[in-house]
């Protein structure tokens, strides 16, 4: 029902909005001139364009994956949850950013990447140091690591369908439309996706087939654009809904039972908006907006499964967001920052004793900056004061007064061009993240008393390159150190449905990040080549002396890389990705019985475009074969993931 409500929503807002734009002048194609005081002081370690790899992958989770220094964790399939850890700071600590406002959830702190469609965004940048430019709210000053999906406001008048299928059911159609009205902008997009989610894994011996991971879910999404005079707005609606069952963990089980009979529906929306406006050459500010909704319904099915405890639970979580930020420009080198935001959320379930948690957050951000020709840099000071009340009088040992946390978040940048082909750059900064709803609050599993996650980073980033029209290419080395305390873990009691929520474990991480990339164009044909590699040491310093002291901490791998191939020649395209995971362990404990050995998949998509209606018109045809050496592989222990798959899709654009 939530969902049917967004996309009414959603077609409300496109009914309403057409005849209030369609007699402006034709001026949206005069796009308004960034000067360099709004470049970012740091540039982004890893960015794409979405629209050059759309026939490659169906999700952010995929591009994402490639980056160096990241690990997506992935439960499996096309419905299988995929979150996102970048230098072992842990998912909780990468804010996921959307036209610069965050996607939220205060109940577990994950943002599934399998949602964000490769469709939604234009760019996807990654940001491991602190990103400081004018006008960001005071939530990108926090983050301790931040991904921006960033939208284009659309040049010309298209249609675009696409129709993408293949291995375990897959079945993912799309529609979009782009529209100008003079200074305002329209897109609409409308995406499925369904998926049986069964493909063959090896258990010892035997092969099964891997049962109840699959998924039905629907996007619909409708951004207006507009400029003004010295300024420019948007709007956003997203309406998403899904069903989708939970394959579990492979372990050994009784003749005849499933080793998993959970499922989940989901329902979300939400609606965002941004204004911003130069008021003079010196002062400008903006405003933004976010209100979400979403729906949540667990249950476990003990009817098909007698194993399973029985759960039936219903989750609703509402989040009210607003930020306003202002700049001043003192010289023109030489500007400084006010950035405020609040945000209150709330959670309500029919579970037992359940205490319906609510959260204010006040976070504060001021920052400065220096933009010279060969050298940049910025500071920043934020600050965060956060308020739990609780709304159940019957949760018993639960009430007590209010819970406060004040954070202090200071940050400091600096970049150095002494030459054309080598640039240089550094941070320091200190990031929290504060505990979720979930580490707080679920009945026999909550601890009220939790201190947020502390996370101190210390980066460099070292870049070699040169290049013109027809040869450039790029070297990066990025040393850095993390240290992160007050780390949230459960440890279970007496039964294993009651664990207990503890603030315990110190972990060290220092490593470096290498990529080497060139590109080469010559007449009709294009080649490019890229090579990442990653060292991590994310070792366990909670206490001295105890046996798992000094050792690699969970699902971290020393070694990583990836390597990336593509070739063009007139309208074809072969785009080769080769991604490789060193052991790992799943414990603390580095003992064989935890050990994970390496993996390594390589993917590969052959494309062709096609020119219609006299060049007005353009149909891309795309092969993609993921896995394609059947490597047998887990990304998370006891998740076996899928071998090789193929995938067939057609797009047309008029």
Known sequence: MLFCRSALVCAVLLASGLPAVAQAPDTLAAAMVRSDRDLPVLRPTESIKTPARAAATMNAADLLRLFTGVQVKDYGGAGGLKTVNVRSLGSEHVGIFIDGIQIDNAQ????????????EADQLSLYEGQLSQRLLTAAEYTSGVSVHLDTAVPERDELNISVRGGSMGTVNPSLGWKKRFGKSALVTSLEYLGSNGRYPYQYFDTTLVRENGDIRSARLDTRLYGRLSRGD????????????????????????FPLSAERQSDGEMYLQ???????????ASAVRFKYADSYTHFSTHPEKNPMAVPYDLHYRQRSVYASVAQSITFTPCWSADLSSDYQWNSLDSDAGAFVQPKRSVL??????????????????????????????????????????????????????????????DCFVKRSYRLPSFNDLYYTLIGNASLRPESAFQLGSDLRLHEGGPAFKWEVRLSPYYNRVSDKIVAIPTASQFRWTMLNIGVADVSGVDCKAESRLSQGDWNFGCVLRYSFQSALDHSTP????????????????????LDVGFRDWSLVWDTLVTGGRWSRTANTADYYIAPWSLSDVVLARRFSLLKGRGQLTASLRCSNIFNARYQVVQGYPMPGRAAYASVSLSL
Request: glycine residues 12%.
């Open 363 to 424: 976070t504060g951000a001021l920052a400065t900056r220096v933009i010279l020709d060969k050298f940049r840099i910025a500071g920043h000071m934020a600050f965060q004061l956060a308020q739990d009340t609780f709304a159940n009088p019957q949760a018993g040992g639960w009430s007590r007064d209010d819970i406060r946390h004040c954070k202090w978040m200071p940050s400091l940048s600096f970049a150095w061009e002494p030459l054309g082909w080598l640039e240089f």
């Open 273 to 283: 908006g941004a204004w911003k406006q130069e008021w003079t050459d010196a002062y």
């Open 545 to 564: 002396g105890s046996l798992t002291y000094g050792n690699q901490i969970p699902y971290i791998p020393l070694h990583s890389g990836s390597a990336g």
């Open 233 to 256: 707005w948007r709007v956003l609606v997203h309406a998403y809904g899904s069903e989708r069952g939970f394959p579990g963990p492979v372990v050994r089980r009784a003749l005849g």
């Open 108 to 119: 577990n702190m994950q943002v599934d990447l399998g949602r964000i469609s490769s469709m």
